[in-house]
């Protein structure tokens, strides 16, 4: 389990932030005698798709006709996406909660004397004090709806570009080393340590080197990826950097989802942002470092996440999955020696190398060192993001942080580590969120999505959902996923119809093998993994005329 001597301090209130910061409280000296109060109201994606801009708006109007000074922040998501639009007051106490608010609140919060934290129905009291905000342990995501994403001054305030200045004293073997010592296993779902490949990169001579970083972000229920870019961009930029100078690359590129607008013009405008503040660019900070930084928008595949398949798809063509070897750490970005990490493997690093690859490891079980950003969706009364060191359990998070099922009906079924992840019942959810614990339960990880199911689920049909996703998304380099996927869908509606079930079984076990095992990648090998899960923990839903029969 974590230890909890080495939390990470949230400090919301600029005062408590200044401290031991001589140039900063020198800032805050100069700043006017009447002090704005400052109000937050999010950018993510998530808050937007609520109304967030509205409620912006409403604030800023509503302020202007009471004469109230105010400035309005738009920061990042806290990550509690059912009260979002989350609004924030600063006051001498810390930051105060409404939501989920409407511009129709507006009114009604300033007269509720919101300015001074003042008590209303959409409050929350002070956010750290939030139950499910209070116990998380933020290492990745800490300053997420903390800062103005877009501003440097602030990501410096909260220890931004800390890992980046060290690391740039550091010889690249040594930043390796920390990275290695962290235990830190790639977030994009494999889970493979990022100290190895950084290392085959660093060990491969070529005369130019990349960093990619996957945020094609295509798993069913994660959102993790897209609320860092938006909420913290700096922190990516940060850890790509970092990367770069560790392994001898020079140009990194980001690899975003077209699905996220809101991310790409966000990555897009830090990246000039960290450039003109030479955080990027030529001779960073003075040191010998070159890096350059650029995005790229996908093509809207999910195969496009495989780490070949975007790499075809940065050099301009379609997403088809390369042969391994050559390993893209050998030969990958047009043939030159890559390292290709998730998002959240990469935003990980700036804290590592602040702090130290040691007091990383200290949070977490087993194998699986540090935090994961766990995303709760699907049919779940409090849905969001809980950052929290490997070792929490399954029930923990969806019954203590998601407080149950949206619907209030018993949960059936819970699929974990997106798309290719497992079906599993309610008697498996005291398993720790490990990612070898969850293989030993036939499931993984992945990600970190966690989409639950309430009772009136069919199992059947998601099962079938899995295999004919698979059919669609596959990128057709291979057989048995191309035709296997297909020919799976047809088997499994024949064993819904109860047309020679038990044989039918027996040939929907069969293919399954064959996808696992003859499959060139994890599109096709994984899929059964939903599929079987399905069909083991739930082989009542693959019967529907005994079903029917027993109703009658
Ligand atoms: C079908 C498929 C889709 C994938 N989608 C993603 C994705 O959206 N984002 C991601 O980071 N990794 C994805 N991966 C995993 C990548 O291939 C690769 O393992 C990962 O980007 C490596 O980074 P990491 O070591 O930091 O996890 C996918 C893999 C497969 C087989
Ligand atoms: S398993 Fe599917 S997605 Fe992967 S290479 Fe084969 S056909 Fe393409």
């Given at each position: 389990?974590?230890?909890?001597?080495?939390?990470?301090?949230?400090?919301?209130?600029?005062?408590?932030?200044?401290?031991?910061?001589?140039?900063?409280?020198?800032?805050?000296?100069?700043?006017?005698?009447?002090?704005?109060?400052?109000?937050?109201?999010?950018?993510?994606?998530?808050?937007?798709?609520?109304?967030?801009?509205?409620?912006?708006?409403?604030?800023?109007?509503?302020?202007?006709?009471?004469?109230?000074?105010?400035?309005?922040?738009?920061?990042?998501?806290?990550?509690?996406?059912?009260?979002?639009?989350?609004?924030?007051?600063?006051t001498d106490d810390g930051r105060v909660a409404y939501g989920?608010?409407?511009?129709?609140?507006?009114?009604?919060?300033?007269?509720?004397?919101?300015?001074?934290?003042?008590?209303?129905?959409?409050?929350?009291?002070?956010?750290?004090?939030?139950?499910?905000?209070?116990?998380?342990?933020?290492?990745?995501?800490?300053?997420?709806?903390?800062?103005?994403?877009?501003?440097?001054?602030?990501?410096?305030?909260?220890?931004?570009?800390?890992?980046?200045?060290?690391?740039?004293?550091?010889?690249?073997?040594?930043?390796?080393?920390?990275?290695?010592?962290?235990?830190?296993?790639?977030?994009?779902?494999?889970?493979?340590?990022?100290?190895?490949?950084?290392?085959?990169?660093?060990?491969?001579?070529?005369?130019?080197?990349?960093?990619?970083?996957?945020?094609?972000?295509?798993?069913?229920?994660?959102?993790?990826?897209?609320?860092?870019?938006?909420?913290?961009?700096?922190?990516?930029?940060?850890?790509?950097?970092?990367?770069?100078?560790?392994?001898?690359?020079?140009?990194?590129?980001?690899?975003?989802?077209?699905?996220?607008?809101?991310?790409?013009?966000?990555?897009?405008?830090?990246?000039?942002?960290?450039?003109?503040?030479?955080?990027?660019?030529?001779?960073?900070?003075?040191?010998?470092?070159?890096?350059?930084?650029?995005?790229?928008?996908?093509?809207?595949?999910?195969?496009?996440?495989?780490?070949?398949?975007?790499?075809?798809?940065?050099?301009?063509?379609?997403?088809?999955?390369?042969?391994?070897?050559?390993?893209?750490?050998?030969?990958?970005?047009?043939?030159?020696?890559?390292?290709?990490?998730?998002?959240?493997?990469?935003?990980?690093?700036?804290?590592?190398?602040?702090?130290?690859?040691?007091?990383?490891?200290?949070?977490?079980?087993?194998?699986?060192?540090?935090?994961?950003?766990?995303?709760?969706?699907?049919?779940?009364?409090?849905?969001?993001?809980?950052?929290?060191?490997?070792?929490?359990?399954?029930r923990e998070l969806i019954e203590g942080y998601g407080r149950?099922?949206?619907?209030?009906?018993?949960?059936?079924?819970?699929?974990?580590?997106?798309?290719?992840?497992?079906?599993?019942?309610?008697?498996?959810?005291?398993?720790?969120?490990?990612?070898?614990?969850?293989?030993?339960?036939?499931?993984?990880?992945?990600?970190?999505?966690?989409?639950?199911?309430?009772?009136?689920?069919?199992?059947?049909?998601?099962?079938?959902?899995?295999?004919?996703?698979?059919?669609?998304?596959?990128?057709?380099?291979?057989?048995?996923?191309?035709?296997?996927?297909?020919?799976?869908?047809?088997?499994?509606?024949?064993?819904?119809?109860?047309?020679?079930?038990?044989?039918?079984?027996?040939?929907?076990?069969?293919?399954?093998?064959?996808?696992?095992?003859?499959?060139?990648?994890?599109?096709?090998?994984?899929?059964?993994?939903?599929?079987?899960?399905?069909?083991?923990?739930?082989?009542?839903?693959?019967?529907?005329?005994?079903?029917?029969?027993?109703?009658?």
């Amino acid at each position: 389990m974590s230890k909890k001597k080495n939390r990470p301090r949230q400090l919301s209130n600029p005062q408590q932030q200044a401290q031991g910061r001589p140039q900063q409280q020198a800032e805050m000296a100069a700043e006017p005698m009447v002090r704005k109060t400052r109000i937050f109201v999010p950018r993510d994606a998530a808050a937007l798709s609520m109304g967030a801009d509205a409620v912006a708006k409403a604030i800023s109007a509503e302020a202007d006709k009471r004469h109230a000074n105010v400035e309005i922040v738009r920061n990042g998501s806290r990550g509690m996406l059912y009260l979002e639009p989350l609004v924030e007051v600063e006051t001498d106490d810390g930051r105060v909660a409404y939501g989920p608010v409407k511009p129709a609140d507006v009114a009604g919060l300033f007269e509720a004397t919101f300015l001074k934290g003042g008590s209303h129905r959409l409050s929350h009291g002070l956010t750290d004090e939030i139950p499910y905000f209070k116990d998380q342990e933020r290492l990745t995501f800490a300053r997420c709806g903390i800062t103005d994403p877009l501003s440097i001054k602030d990501y410096r305030a909260h220890g931004g570009f800390e890992g980046l200045s060290k690391a740039l004293a550091m010889m690249p073997l040594d930043i390796v080393g920390e990275v290695t010592t962290s235990g830190l296993r790639g977030r994009g779902g494999a889970g493979f340590p990022t100290g190895i490949k950084w290392k085959t990169v660093h060990d491969t001579k070529a005369d130019q080197k990349y960093i990619c970083c996957n945020a094609d972000e295509g798993d069913s229920g994660t959102f993790a990826d897209r609320m860092l870019m938006e909420g913290d961009p700096f922190c990516l930029i940060e850890g790509m950097t970092i990367a770069g100078i560790a392994v001898g690359a020079t140009r990194g590129y980001i690899y975003i989802r077209s699905e996220y607008p809101h991310a790409v013009a966000t990555m897009r405008e830090a990246i000039r942002v960290a450039t003109k503040a030479n955080w990027l660019g030529r001779t960073i900070q003075g040191s010998p470092h070159d890096f350059d930084l650029f995005v790229r928008v996908g093509a809207g595949a999910y195969i496009c996440g495989e780490e070949t398949s975007m790499l075809e798809s940065l050099e301009g063509r379609r997403g088809l999955v390369r042969y391994k070897p050559p390993l893209p750490a050998i030969e990958g970005l047009f043939g030159k020696p890559t390292v290709i990490n998730n998002v959240l493997s990469l935003a990980s690093v700036p804290i590592i190398i602040a702090k130290g690859g040691e007091y990383y490891r200290d949070f977490g079980v087993g194998k699986s060192r540090g935090t994961l950003a766990f995303q709760l969706a699907g049919n779940i009364k409090q849905g969001g993001l809980v950052e929290k060191a490997f070792g929490v359990t399954a029930r923990e998070l969806i019954e203590g942080y998601g407080r149950g099922t949206r619907s209030g009906r018993p949960i059936r079924a819970v699929q974990f580590g997106g798309p290719l992840g497992a079906y599993l019942p309610d008697d498996k959810l005291d398993t720790p969120m490990d990612y070898e614990a969850f293989i030993k339960v036939d499931a993984m990880v992945g990600h970190g999505g966690i989409v639950v199911f309430d009772d009136t689920v069919d199992m059947a049909g998601m099962a079938r959902f899995a295999m004919e996703f698979c059919a669609i998304e596959s990128c057709g380099k291979c057989t048995p996923c191309r035709i296997g996927s297909v020919r799976g869908v047809e088997v499994i509606d024949r064993i819904i119809a109860g047309i020679e079930r038990d044989q039918n079984i027996e040939v929907l076990e069969d293919l399954c093998n064959t996808l696992t095992d003859g499959s060139l990648c994890a599109m096709g090998g994984l899929t059964p993994m939903p599929v079987m899960s399905a069909l083991r923990h739930f082989p009542e839903d693959f019967n529907r005329p005994a079903r029917a029969e027993a109703a009658e």
